[in-house]
T-cell receptor, first 112, second 114 residues
Framework: GNSVTQMEGPVTLSEEAFLTINCTYTATGYPSLFWYVQYPGEGLQLLLKATKADDKGSNKGFEATYRKETTSFHLEKGSVQVSDSAVYFCALSKNTGNQFYFGTGTSLTVIP | ETGVTQTPRHLVMGMTNKKSLKCEQHLGHNAMYWYKQSAKKPLELMFVYSLEERVENNSVPSRFSPECPNSSHLFLHLHTLQPEDSALYLC?????????????FGPGTRLTVT
């Protein structure tokens, strides 16, 4: 079946530290991959996406590369800020059908 | 208004009440979704409408009843809920179902069942 596994949280980092949140997926065919972010009291917002192998999605200093050989889509940021504190969700979408498959979310807290 | 809006933002209801959640999208999309988000659980897809037809229902209890009168509006009618139904209910829309199109989410309705 289709599924997404992401690292358990919570993650606590100091400001300007390097961030990695691991995400691996299981899917048949060639899914599209996404990272969403959820700030307290809000819905999910699309952070970045990649639709084919070796694509790199990037936004607001965050990056993730679609690695088919390792079925991974790890989220990285070189220098986190307090304002990056949120819950991050990895997700995949098949090119047919209507479902998204979300990971369980990773809570990030950045301390000054 | 832009994006996806949801009303109300907060709702407290008793187990015998009937209420409705409303979602509206201003993005010209033709697929809409209801999700349930509970603490420490994965995001749970409840219903999918594509071109106003319900295409998926993931065995959600009948006390939840969706309605999609047109491609911009989606409702979730609630009746005789249980305390375990307390959660954040998120609405989303996409250009069409699947196909690598990202979903856009509303801010959610925080539901508490007493």
């Amino acid at each position: 079946g289709n599924s997404v596994t992401q690292m358990e949280g919570p993650v606590t980092l100091s400001e300007e530290a390097f961030l990695t949140i691991n995400c691996t997926y299981t899917a048949t065919g060639y899914p599209s991959l996404f990272w969403y972010v959820q700030y307290p009291g809000e819905g999910l917002q699309l952070l970045l996406k990649a639709t084919k192998a070796d694509d790199k999605g990037s936004n607001k200093g965050f990056e993730a590369t679609y690695r088919k050989e390792t079925t991974s889509f790890h989220l990285e940021k070189g220098s986190v800020q307090v304002s990056d504190s949120a819950v991050y969700f990895c997700a995949l979408s098949k090119n047919t059908g209507n479902q998204f498959y979300f990971g369980t979310g990773t809570s990030l807290t950045v301390i000054p | 208004e832009t994006g996806v809006t949801q009303t109300p933002r907060h709702l407290v209801m008793g187990m015998t009440n009937k209420k409705s959640l409303k979602c509206e999208q201003h993005l010209g999309h033709n697929a809409m979704y209801w999700y349930k988000q509970s603490a420490k659980k994965p995001l749970e897809l409840m219903f999918v409408y594509s071109l106003e037809e319900r295409v998926e229902n993931n065995s959600v209890p009948s006390r939840f009843s969706p309605e999609c009168p047109n491609s911009s509006h989606l409702f979730l009618h609630l009746h005789t809920l249980q305390p375990e139904d307390s959660a954040l209910y998120l609405c989303a829309s996409s250009q069409k179902g699947g196909g690598g199109y990202e979903q856009y989410f509303g801010p959610g309705t925080r539901l508490t069942v007493t």
